[in-house]
């Protein structure tokens, strides 16, 4: 799947192609197009393309085939200290040797800015990310979180128009992580700053992005903002990537009047939205989320599909309850149902009936063996 362009794009790949040994393309014809000001993060497991997409869009990597532009401007010939990009990774990048205020100041001496200049710019930065106290400092003497918002003030103290950040956070716990996620997110947009941000982290993805692009074998397999991401994945591999996700096989028996009649491959008939499934005989994976699955009977909608479960496991979580299933024939069927006075806590070995709309789930291509 790939991006459809237009000629209002600040940051555009057309037809990129990268191959390290002249065989093997690791990224292979992408065309993608941001607009200025949005933050898109490319997703996908380890060697999917997504480092490599945004190692060539600050210059580090060269495209083997196609064109990547700025504003308007092809950028392939132009190095790295001249693409005016700020740059932020998981290993903060800072000068030991220097104080954190020098650290600032740097890029601002590359680019010939007057002291008086560099010292109202720096002084901003760091009152943005709000360590305006710490510029006499070496990083030797902060945190890492500390350490990670300067690097972070460090690619925004020239005010560059993009900011690349590749698993920025990696390095921190969950809790200040988390913060961490929420800070970055209000500044670019604040700033009106465009953010390219390579992440594995699906949560990170889906609650830090305007876009979310998934990448797998080189390739985009769809990219959308994160709940049409989440609650309409395109494909297999991106139902399973993103989020918590019950799948079941089988084949299409039918599909009419826009619902997929499934036979599951222990014989179960379910009714299901087919996306890339064409015709009966075909393979699919039908694919749920585990919230979107009711058993009590009283909660059920009319019009509910229904299958039976057998309770293997229960785990309490605090906010929600987890609970495993044997579902037609799978052992790994999960549902999950908020903490509530009125929300019954199931047992192992207990027989249930589990339901869903039709509507919640998807008979999608069958995973590619």
């Known amino acids: 799947?790939?991006?459809?362009?237009?000629?209002?794009?600040?940051?555009?790949?057309?037809?990129?192609?990268?191959?390290?040994?002249?065989?093997?393309?690791?990224?292979?014809?992408?065309?993608?197009?941001?607009?200025?000001?949005?933050?898109?993060?490319?997703?996908?497991?380890?060697?999917?393309?997504?480092?490599?997409?945004?190692?060539?869009?600050?210059?580090?990597?060269?495209?083997?085939?196609?064109?990547?532009?700025?504003?308007?401007?092809?950028?392939?010939?132009?190095?790295?200290?001249?693409?005016?990009?700020?740059?932020?990774?998981?290993?903060?990048?800072?000068?030991?040797?220097?104080?954190?205020?020098?650290?600032?100041?740097?890029?601002?001496?590359v680019r010939k800015i007057g002291k008086s200049d560099r010292e109202a710019k720096v002084k901003r930065a760091l009152e943005m990310v709000e360590m305006g106290a710490f510029g006499g400092r070496r990083p030797s003497q902060l945190s890492g979180g500390q350490q990670q918002r300067v690097a972070l003030a460090r690619a925004l103290v020239f005010e560059p128009e993009l900011v690349l950040m590749d698993e920025p956070l990696g390095a921190l716990d969950k809790q200040l992580r988390e913060k961490m996620q929420f800070e970055i997110t209000h500044l670019a947009h604040n700033l009106g700053i465009t953010t390219v941000y390579v992440t594995h982290d699906q949560t990170e993805a889906l609650t830090m992005s305007d876009r979310v692009a998934v990448f797998n074998d080189g390739r985009i397999q769809q990219i959308a903002p994160p709940d049409e991401l989440y609650e309409s994945p395109k494909n297999s591999f991106v139902a399973q990537f993103i989020g918590e996700n019950n799948t079941l096989e089988g084949r299409v028996k039918e599909i009419k009047n826009g619902i997929a009649v499934v036979q599951l491959d222990n014989g179960d008939l379910i009714d299901a939205k087919p996306v890339n499934v064409e015709k009966p005989g075909d393979r699919t994976l039908i694919s749920i989320r585990p919230e979107r699955v009711e058993f009590n009977r009283d909660r059920l909608k009319p019009d509910a599909h229904t299958l039976k479960a057998e309770v293997l496991e229960f785990i309490y979580m605090g906010d929600i309850f987890r609970t495993r299933l044997r579902v037609a024939g799978s052992d790994e069927f999960i549902i999950k149902t908020r903490n509530a006075p009125d929300q019954r806590r199931l047992q192992p070995g207990e027989q249930i009936e589990i339901g869903w709309l039709p509507e919640d789930c998807r008979a999608l291509d069958a995973p590619q063996v």
């Open 1 to 109: 799947m790939a991006d459809t362009g237009n000629n209002d794009a600040f940051v555009a790949f057309e037809r990129v192609q990268k191959s390290y040994d002249g065989e093997t393309l690791v990224v292979k014809d992408l065309n993608l197009t941001l607009p200025k000001g949005e933050f898109l993060t490319m997703l996908g497991p380890s060697g999917s393309g997504k480092t490599t997409c945004l190692m060539m869009l600050a210059g580090f990597e060269t495209a083997t085939h196609g064109e990547i532009k700025l504003d308007g401007v092809s950028i392939n010939n132009i190095p790295p200290h001249k693409r005016g990009i700020g740059m932020v990774f998981q290993n903060y990048a800072l000068f030991p040797h220097m104080t954190i205020a020098e650290n600032l100041s740097f890029p601002l001496e």
